[in-house]
């Protein structure tokens, strides 16, 4: 009878459990840029049609925040150091990241008190991933009129550090086991060039709850000259021991060309590109990072020959204490135009003139070309200017905006932290649309069609006419000396006791001193000294 109802136990639990619904993947990819660096972008994929309840693998607190906020896509980016185009080339469609720290939220509904939601998200945030990101309320918070329904916010002075790396770090389901264990501050944040990225977006099912997708990527590009033949234990200062055991998908891609080979002794996968190398890291024969010998044939003596490549550069023309202009420069070296979307932000303290917005495009002869331009004004205190134009790059043309503008005088309150190393402007972004661009991808293999090529610009540095914030301090100072001066005499003068003496006395005791030596009168003013 205890055997029977035993086995109707174990019959009956996993009818009640439900199958969890959620599909894990991770995958590095190891190539070398236009330059000869090396890149490596770790992409960790979760998907999952479980409710917060019945997760386990995504993070319930972004299940929290997604049905708390209404939230139907969120990115937050992160990244040290400048993208180098000219050197690099494009970056990957669906990696592509701006210089220092770039947020955008959607809402689901567009109506009620959004930004209210984006104040309170943003904190969140904040603390979640140990960043500095509260200098976006409200100074650098838009949203774009192109993109309806997102919201918008960047800061070029904040880089990615060790607290964020482990706080990202923290969302994956195996964090010291698969290719997680490769990610060791160290190794990251002493390179070229290094970023994070946490997306999330929700699909939703007529108002009910939907799948959601998070996609956590870490990119770095590392010196080639460090690296002239390597193993990926060697790149990373790590070895791969353990296999992620949630995972259904375990990846090594590695790119190929003429400046960079790899010898393998494990079995690959078929690609449809050849010089693609997909390794299963799943086979416990893959785990041995060492069996993967990569040879940067770098010659300092030789010229690589860069690809040609749409590039944006951003810089100060005629600035001075007050103000000056701001240009911005664009080169399209292809034999076709593209049409594309720029999109610049402008901190409130700096007063920008629109009427002298120009877009002038250059080839043979230098004209000014029509644009189509939606402008978000500023308000002090409250957000920064936005500008959006849709812009047409003729073939083999080189390209300028510029605009005038001139450093807002700030009350003391208004000024932001540190405001004597200036204020960062957010660099500029040029979007060109898939469809024109099929021969602007970096990595072909993986570029998703339905995504834009995004290129960004250098933030730029611009100072503000500060007050001397010493002042106070100076005033503290000198005041306090004056009273410790004066405090003696005047205290002395109201607290001793006046003693009348009778004139004979005094000019008997005047006479007695005028016989005193130096020595004497020495030691006399030092026993009254010390007698009171």
């Given at each position: 009878m205890v055997l029977i109802l035993f086995a109707l136990l174990f019959i009956s639990i996993p009818s009640l459990v439900k199958p969890s619904k959620e599909v894990f993947a991770e995958n590095l990819f190891v190539s070398s840029l236009n330059n000869g660096d090396i890149i490596t972008i770790f992409n960790f994929t979760l998907s999952s049609q479980n409710n917060e309840d019945n997760s386990i693998y995504m993070p319930?607190?972004?299940?929290?925040?997604?049905?708390?906020?209404?939230?139907?896509?969120f990115k937050l980016t992160i990244s040290q150091g400048f993208w180098r185009t000219n050197l690099w080339g494009y970056q990957h469609v669906n990696t592509g990241v701006a210089s220092g720290t770039e947020l955008s939220v959607k809402f689901f509904?567009?109506?009620?008190?959004?930004?209210?939601?984006?104040?309170?998200?943003?904190?969140?945030?904040?603390?979640?991933?140990c960043t500095s990101i509260l200098g976006l309320l409200p100074q650098f918070s838009v949203q774009p009129k192109f993109n309806d329904g997102w919201w918008y916010g960047s800061l070029g002075g904040e880089s990615v550090c060790t607290e964020n790396l482990q706080s990202w770090k923290r969302?994956?389901?195996?964090?010291?086991?698969?290719?997680?264990?490769?990610?060791?501050?160290?190794?990251?944040?002493?390179?070229?060039?290094?970023?994070?990225?946490?997306?999330?977006?929700?699909?939703?099912?007529?108002?009910?709850?939907?799948?959601?997708?998070?996609?956590?990527?870490?990119?770095?590009?590392?010196?080639?000259?460090?690296?002239?033949?390597?193993?990926?234990?060697?790149?990373?200062?790590?070895?791969?021991?353990?296999?992620?055991?949630v995972s259904i998908q375990s990846q090594l891609l590695i790119k190929k060309s003429k400046y960079f080979d790899v010898s393998s002794f494990v079995t690959t996968q078929n690609s449809q590109d050849s010089d693609l190398v997909v390794i299963d890291l799943n086979n416990s024969s893959s785990l041995n990072l060492n069996k993967f010998r990569f040879l940067a044939k770098v010659d300092n003596t030789q010229r690589y020959t860069h690809s040609p490549t749409i590039l944006l550069h951003s810089f100060f023309k005629s600035v001075s204490q007050v103000g000056g202009r701001?240009?911005?420069?664009?080169?399209?070296?292809?034999?076709?135009?593209?049409?594309?979307?720029?999109?610049?932000?402008?901190?409130?303290?700096?007063?920008?003139?629109l009427h002298t917005l120009t877009f002038v495009c250059s080839n043979k002869s230098k004209e000014s070309m029509d644009f189509f331009g939606e402008y978000t004004l500023a308000r002090d205190g409250m957000r920064p200017l936005l500008i959006e134009l849709d812009i047409l790059l003729p073939a083999n043309s080189k390209c300028k905006i510029e605009f005038g503008f001139e450093a807002a005088f700030l009350k003391i309150s208004e000024f932001p932290p540190d405001a004597n190393s200036g204020i960062h402007v957010p660099g500029a972004v040029l979007s060109i649309s898939q469809d024109d661009s099929t021969n602007l991808s970096l990595f072909s293999t993986f570029t998703n069609k339905s995504a834009n090529q995004k290129i960004f610009g250098e933030p730029l540095l611009i100072l503000l006419p500060v007050p001397d914030f010493s002042m106070?301090?100076?005033?503290?100072?000198?005041?306090?000396?004056?009273?410790?001066?004066?405090?003696?005499?005047?205290?002395?003068?109201?607290?001793?006791?006046?003693?009348?003496?009778?004139?004979e006395e005094k000019l008997l005791e005047n006479e007695q001193e005028s016989t005193l030596t130096v020595k004497q009168k020495i030691f006399k003013c030092f026993c009254n000294l010390f007698s009171r």
């Open positions: 319930w607190l972004f299940l929290h925040l997604f049905e708390q906020f209404s939230l139907e896509n509904d567009k109506t009620k008190n959004t930004y209210q939601k984006w104040h309170d998200f943003i904190h969140l945030i904040n603390g979640l991933f969302l994956l389901p195996c964090k010291n086991s698969g290719l997680a264990s490769l990610l060791k501050p160290t190794s990251l944040l002493s390179t070229r060039f290094h970023s994070i990225t946490i997306e999330m977006n929700k699909q939703n099912r007529n108002g009910h709850f939907g799948n959601f997708h998070l996609n956590l990527i870490s990119k770095t590009v590392y010196n080639y000259q460090s690296f002239k033949e390597f193993t990926l234990q060697n790149l990373f200062n790590s070895k791969l021991f353990l296999r992620c055991p701001i240009c911005i420069q664009i080169n399209n070296p292809f034999q076709q135009s593209f049409n594309a979307r720029f999109m610049q932000m402008i901190p409130w303290q700096i007063r920008v003139f106070p301090f100076n005033v503290i100072c000198f005041v306090c000396s004056t009273i410790a001066i004066f405090y003696g005499n005047i205290f002395a003068l109201s607290t001793k006791l006046m003693k009348l003496f009778p004139k």
